[in-house]
């Protein structure tokens, strides 16, 4: 069956629409991907009418361009949002209710696409919303951004406020914060309790932000082996060692891997700090062997696209960050002494800590006579990434304190004077004073930084901070124990000496009494402050350059992709870089002098440094959207004051660019049931200027190839002499051909055609098409042909000369055919009046 094309439909600009003039508009839109405009909004701002609007339109993706959807294809639904509200930011909030949704149509699953800033949503039934897609069950489906800014593209974070001391403790023995910036830009430290046991609650969350526990709690929770959300109280089945080290995966941002400690093994464990879940576990050492046992471990650090850490029984334990399976071969031969590996001690814990340089792990480790199979003096031991063996230079362990009375809790990695790692170093406590052994990177001894010598032998000593800046490289040693109830101890590798300007040591005595007993810091490249946590449970922050706490110092970082804010599948949409600016602080607040904004790249390249000019702006109309489709704003402010950062009062930081309006789109798919003919769709809204209604964009449905009726013809002629059986109805015989001499040399044939259609639809507008005998054509008329069904038509002809072939053919068009579709016509089909002379014909 031949099938004429359908001829393309033309789209019509719609008039203004808003809430306060037209409320709906009807366009048999031809899905050709470009958006009615409303008059008098140009495409790089808003609309110049007093209110906001909405801009509805749709795109065919199975078939671009396309006059009409076929069933089966799938619709794209646009909405443009067209702010008009001056002044502050205020909240905005788009529902698009998908018409027929179930019958007509179909939500695909995670197809809805909202800019960033937004927030989506989605409903079953059409008025109550919840954050998860329900997949083809939706029926509506929703955007919402509290603090929509001018024409909506930019994007906004919140200046982080100086973090004080956490109103309330961390409520457990806090080890290294973690920090994370939500897509929010809330910003979060997370921490998992050390030596902590399986079942016990470890895992904390802590809104720097507000300075309060994160939503989601309460806090703390358990961690376990299986993915899933946090569970509560004491089910959980994953312990902690002793001096945890984090691995940020690069590969999978918001996840963090962990040390971790089951009842059958050590290995890593997963939690994701976006879906506050745990995302799994994988298991590296079984526990329980001898005559040396895997009781805890060491670790965990990242070394090229692998994790490692170290076992109690001194072996290498691997595991393949991509595929979060073990590396081939792990465990490795052991590079370092065991400690605490007893087997009759399971539950005992690793003494020592890692560090990575290059291709290379280091590990500390401290086997006390009590627990270890062979005890005596700190030693560090070297695994060669790329040999899988231990290290040249280091097929032995190398001592790092002089009896099995010292032990170490740390190993660090020693730069030059040029910042460049060059050896490997490890703090231990056993004497007068506290003992830094160090070695270089091929084994030889290297000479020892004496800044933490001047700490008393009680100190315990922790894997320090490391922080590069332009002024050089510098190590913040958290430190405790004996005499002093927590504090920092700043070494300049650039200098090699303590750090100018930094107490020695620098103490808090403004957090929990001084009472802090420091464990670990994180260095926060935003505000270039430290996050602190220890012992006592509680967060806090301090200045790098001179140890103070708080550390009054702000900032946030705003990654803008302007193509993120589209969705229609068209370009030109953007067109510049604007600015960058501060909101809502008082700039008498801020040290413009001292602080700074730098723009990146996605892999880190740095495109611009630059100060903030007097009115707290940055100027980025040089930086061209073709060749930086996306960029990272950080702004690091020194600040005068506090002030500004108050429950009501949120400073932030906007990025912005010109492009025009952003838009809100979801997919679905045509039911494939034949009856629909149309799709609407219409969008509401609301804004700080009020009340919002699209325009209706109503898509015709043309019948796809499931819906098609499939029309044939058979032309047949009498093979009677009898009139009586050749009309209407009649026995005939009907033949392809009369009889031999039946008609004579001349006579009057009878002619029988009949049309049938064996489609799943109706073909209407059926006609027969007979260029010998016109008369068939009247015959028939014109009619509807039902599915399953036949007509018949008879109609005579004169014959003046014999023999005669004549052909006939129908026309028609599908039901539910959108208006001006071109009629089919079928295949022909013959039948031959014959005479004495066929026989000569043949």
Same mark, same amino acid.
């Given at each position: ?38 008059? %008098? ?40 949002? &067209? ?102 830009? &809330? ?13 016990? !609650? ?32 004491? #089910? ?32 890593? %464990? ?13 298991? $590296? ?119 099995? @009375? ?43 930084? %004496? ?6 032998? @009680? ?8 922080? #590069?800046? &332009? ?42 009494? @001084? ?10 490249? #935003? ?43 068209? #370009? @030109? ?135 098609? !009726? ?32 039946? $008609? ?99």
């Amino acid at each position: 069956m031949l099938k004429s094309p359908r001829p393309p439909l033309s789209i019509r600009p719609l008039r203004a629409v808003t809430a306060a003039a037209l409320t709906t508009a009807v366009v048999l839109f031809g899905l050709a991907g470009t958006a009615p405009v409303a008059a %008098g909004a140009a495409r790089s701002g808003p609309s110049t009418a007093a209110a906001s609007a909405l801009v509805k339109s749709a795109q065919n993706v199975t078939h671009p361009g396309a006059a009409a959807a076929d069933h089966g294809d799938t619709v794209n639904w646009t909405v443009r949002y &067209e702010n008009a509200a001056a002044g502050a930011a205020a909240p905005a909030t788009i529902t698009d209710p998908i018409t027929g949704a179930g019958s007509a149509q179909t939500y695909v699953p995670g197809s809805l696409r909202v800019p960033p800033g937004w927030t989506p949503s989605w409903s079953t039934d059409g008025s109550t919303f919840a954050p998860t897609d329900p997949g083809t069950a939706t029926t509506a489906v929703r955007a919402e951004n509290p603090p929509v800014r001018g024409t909506g593209t930019s994007l906004a974070a919140p200046l982080l406020a100086p973090v004080r001391p956490t109103a309330q403790s961390t409520g457990g023995d806090g080890f290294t914060p973690i920090l994370h910036r939500t897509a929010s830009g &809330e910003v979060q430290a997370w921490n998992i309790y050390h030596h902590a046991g399986r079942t016990a !609650p470890q895992v904390v969350c802590s809104n720097l932000s507000t300075g309060q526990p994160c939503t989601g709690g309460p806090w703390p929770r358990p961690l376990n082996t299986t993915a899933g959300p946090l569970g509560t109280g004491a #089910t959980g089945d994953i312990g902690s060692p002793l001096t945890p080290q984090y691995v940020l995966d690069p590969q999978h941002p918001g996840q963090v891997l962990y040390p971790a400690v089951t009842a059958g093994s050590v290995g890593v %464990g997963c939690l994701d700090l976006d879906a506050h879940a745990n995302c799994g576990y994988t298991a $590296l050492a079984p526990t329980g062997t001898t005559p040396s046992s895997a009781n805890s471990l060491a670790g965990l650090v990242l070394a090229g696209d692998n994790v490692y850490g170290v076992a109690t029984t001194g072996q290498v334990l691997c595991l393949a960050a991509a595929t979060r399976t073990p590396c081939a071969g792990q465990p490795y031969a052991p590079v370092v002494t065991p400690n605490h590996d007893l087997p009759s001690t399971p539950n005992s814990l690793y003494l020592g800590a890692t560090t990575v340089v290059g291709g290379k792990v280091f590990a500390s480790s401290s086997p006390q006579g009590s627990g270890s199979t062979a005890p005596g003096a700190p030693a560090i031991g070297c695994f060669d990434t790329s040999t899988l063996t231990a290290c040249a230079g280091w097929t032995t362990p190398h001592l790092a304190g002089p009896n099995a @009375g010292y032990y170490t809790y740390d190993v660090y990695t020693a730069y030059d004077t040029a910042g460049h790692p060059d050896g490997v170093c490890t703090s231990t406590v056993g004497g007068a004073n506290v003992l830094t052994t160090c070695y270089g990177l091929d084994g030889s001894a290297r000479s020892a930084p %004496g800044t933490l010598s001047t700490l008393a032998g @009680g100190v315990l000593t922790f894997n320090p901070e490391t922080v #590069t800046t &332009e002024s050089g490289t510098r190590s913040y040693f958290p430190v405790w124990g004996g005499s002093v109830a927590g504090a920092t101890v700043c070494h300049d590798w650039t200098t090699a000496a303590p750090c100018a300007g930094f107490p020695l040591p620098a103490t808090h005595p403004g957090v929990n009494g @001084g009472a802090t007993r420091d464990y670990g810091y994180t260095y926060d490249t #935003t505000t270039r402050c430290l996050i602190a946590l220890g012992d006592a449970g509680v967060l806090f922050s301090l200045d790098p350059a001179t140890g103070a706490t708080p550390c009054v110092h702000s900032g946030a970082a705003v990654t803008l992709k302007p193509a993120d804010f589209y969705c229609d599948g068209a #370009t @030109g949409h953007v067109q510049a870089y604007t600015r960058a600016r501060l909101t809502d602080i008082d700039l008498a607040h801020v040290d413009l002098a001292a602080s700074r904004a730098v723009v990146t790249d996605p892999d880190g390249t740095v495109v611009l440094t630059t100060a903030l000019a007097p009115d707290g702006t940055v100027d980025l109309s040089g930086i061209q959207p073709a060749t930086h489709p996306s960029i990272t704003v950080t702004t690091q402010l020194v600040l005068t004051g506090t002030g500004d950062f108050t429950a009501d009062n949120h400073p932030a930081l906007v990025v912005e660019y010109q492009g025009d309006a952003p838009q809100v789109c979801f997919r679905t798919t045509v039911t494939p049931d034949c009856a629909t003919t149309a799709l609407t769709n219409t969008a509401t809204g609301t804004d700080a200027t009020g009340a919002l209604t699209s325009n209706t964009v109503t898509t015709a449905v043309a019948p796809g190839a499931g819906c098609q !009726p499939r029309v044939s013809v058979e032309k047949e002629i009498c093979g009677s002499g009898n009139p009586h059986d050749c009309a209407p109805g009649g026995p005939g015989p009907w033949a392809k051909t009369s009889p031999v001499g039946l $008609l004579g040399l001349l006579g009057t044939a009878h002619w029988r055609i009949t049309v049938t259609n064996a489609g799943p639809v109706a073909a209407t507008n059926v006609t027969v098409n007979d260029a010998v005998t016109p008369g068939c054509r009247t015959a028939a008329g014109t009619f509807t042909l039902p599915a399953g069904s036949s007509r018949a038509v008879y109609c005579d002809s004169f014959l003046l000369a014999l023999p005669l072939k004549n052909t006939a053919s129908a026309s028609f068009v599908p039901a539910n055919s959108p208006p001006g579709t071109a009629p089919t016509t079928t295949a022909p089909s013959s039948a031959l009046a014959c005479s004495l002379l066929c026989i000569l014909h043949d």
